[in-house]
């Protein structure tokens, strides 16, 4: 909703790697292997694959990146690269009770075969488990499964909450919304009137 609205292309991070383990463009086996297992994939490789994404021509007018930086390092590279461009910056933080992260996520599933989302408790298909475009059978990502998801919220404590702290102290123009709870249109709104009023 909000890409639309501003125009601008959605840049994932973890999409970006999801389609390079499904095309086998570029990812190697250590990489898929990481992030099967929750962990976080390095620096290194996140940080240029996302200069290359940025460096294309439908970012020029600006982008909304989505799970990057997601650390420390990743952060500082980030900030560095837009202050040399003189980009200015807006991060959104939503923040979401532990909870229910795990039951959204649990409750996940995806098209093997055309990729569409869906999920049993938000957004369930029409007929039970099953694509609503090509009644191919849902699956579970690998990384959706509960003990790989508490893997992934240890490595958000530890590696992704000081990035926040950074990117304030750095002078980032933070906003806070409370995703717990509202529907995504709502939090839409709440994310674009902050960003109006900040
Ligand atoms: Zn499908």
Known sequence: ??????????????????????????????VA???????????????SMVEERLGRADAAKGFVLDGYPRTLAQARHLWDWLKRRGIPEVVIHLAVDYNVIIARLTGRRECPR?????????????????CDLDGEKLIVREDDREV??????????????????YLRTAGG?????????DPPEKLYRKISQAIENG
Not at 4 to 19: A, K, V, Y
Not at 33 to 47: E, I
Not at 173 to 181: L, T
Request: proline fraction near 6%; hydrophobic fraction near 40%.
């Open 1 to 30: 909703m909000l890409t639309e609205c501003l125009g601008l292309p959605h840049i994932s991070t973890g999409e970006m790697l999801r389609d390079g383990i499904r095309h086998g463009a570029g990812i190697d086996a250590a």
């Open 33 to 47: 292997a990481t992030m099967h297992a929750g962990s976080l994939v390095s620096d290194a490789v996140v940080d």
């Open 114 to 130: 055309c990729g569409t989302p869906y999920n049993v408790a938000l957004r369930p298909p029409k007929v039970d488990e099953l």
């Open 148 to 165: 790989v998801i508490r893997q992934r919220l240890n490595a958000y404590e530890t590696e992704t909450r000081p990035v926040l702290e």
């Open 173 to 181: 123009r933070v906003i806070e919304v409370d995703g717990s709870y």
